[in-house]
């Protein structure tokens, strides 16, 4: 595929909300974009950034499982039931370890958590 189409292909991917191919195209070629991506339009250029900064980062994306548990997390902590709260997070300490978990948290979720100390939050 000649660079100008590729251009061509990102920009209109993006243009389309078709997220996953202009994803896929930028993977493909992740070394030619990050030289020349001037090229790209705005929105392109920052998901160009956000997938070299998820790869440089090397964290396993969340399961099923782990997403569970966060919803889990959220329902008790909106429901204020401290009991289930500190029994799921007893078993899952790993998993409120990890700094991307903290974006998923709902704000009663952060505040409880903040509170029993089982996690950290800069303001």
């Given amino acids: 595929m000649d660079i100008r189409e590729l251009y061509k292909k990102i920009n209109q991917s993006m243009d389309d909300l078709d997220l996953v191919s202009a994803r896929k195209y930028m ?3 992740l070394d030619l974009l990050n030289k020349n991506k001037l090229h790209l339009r705005s929105n392109a250029r920052e998901l160009l950034k956000f997938i070299v ?5 090397e964290t396993e994306p969340l399961n099923r499982r782990d997403m569970i548990t966060i919803y889990s997390i959220n329902t008790f ?3 204020f039931d401290i009991r289930g709260l500190r029994f799921t997070i ?3 300490m790993d998993l409120l370890m990890r700094e991307d978990v903290k974006h998923y948290l709902n704000a009663d979720a952060k505040a409880l958590l903040k509170g029993m100390s089982a996690i950290q939050i800069e303001d």
Avoid: F, P
Wanted: charged share 45%; hydrophobic share 20%; no cysteine.
């Fill in 77 to 79: 902590a909106s429901k």
């Fill in 27 to 29: 993977e493909e070629n």
């Fill in 53 to 57: 900064d998820n790869a440089d980062a």
């Fill in 90 to 92: 007893k078993n899952n």
